[in-house]
């Protein structure tokens, strides 16, 4: 039986400790939104922070390794959207992330609509998360419909659940953060001991087109980086706030 979770405070956990090789399976999934118009293509991102500080990206383009940093692999881009079904894009985590990597690793997903593919309230496609390791299943699906600046067009980027996972078990919940507008921004995570920060303050990833990101993140001064994407160094500090207990 799945655990449905709708607020940014609202916390579940899977436990690792009982045997078996199921990985951890992640589904982002969206509606058309019945507007008659060809704008419902989203992206999945994962932005994923090592024990160790290190930061790593993945996504459609960044595609990821589930047997070598960062042990995590996207499944491939999905553009269409059929009205009478979901929207599905998919990530696999290897469920021995953390002992592979010699500690606690926390996970932000994201969705993001590309300026190019239309304007559109994600809002109104409804994007949710949900994660499955065996027969144990998370749903995170906050209503960003309820915040006002949510429902703009030109807000990008909806976290729609993080995650941190230990050897023994992953602690999740929704998250609510969206971008700023007009922002191109992804997640940044950060640690302090067992606290966890997510800020809405990550280099932009932009598919297909590395040097108008470069420009970006070169004029907005954001000088975090992802180590897998444009041979940038990862790392930064930011203010804390706690999710595992």
Known sequence: MAINLTKAD?????SLKKGGSDNLVVRAQWVDNGDG???????????????DGAAY????HYRG????????????????VDASAPAEEIITVARDIATRCGGNVALAFSVYSAVGNGQVSVA?????????????????QYDFQQDANSRRSDVYSYVIGYAIVTP???????????????GEETPWLSWHGDD??????????????????????????????FANVGGGKSGGKGLFSKLLG
């Open 10 to 14: 609202d916390t579940a956990t899977i």
């Open 65 to 80: 390794d589930l047997d070598g940093l960062p042990y995590a692999h996207h499944h491939g881009d999905v553009q269409t």
């Open 196 to 225: 966890l920060d997510l800020q809405m303050s990550g280099p932009a990833v932009m598919k297909g087109q590395d040097k108008a990101a470069e420009r970006y993140n070169k004029s907005a001064g954001i000088s975090h980086r």
């Open 124 to 140: 109104s496609l409804q994007p949710k998360m949900l994660m499955r390791c065996g027969d144990e299943e998370v749903i995170c």
């Open 37 to 51: 118009k060809d704008n419902d293509d989203l992206d999945l991102r994962c932005s994923i922070l090592m024990p």
């Open 57 to 60: 990206y993945v996504d459609g």
């Open 168 to 182: 023994d078990s992953v602690v999740l919940a929704p998250s609510g953060k969206t971008s700023r507008p007009g």
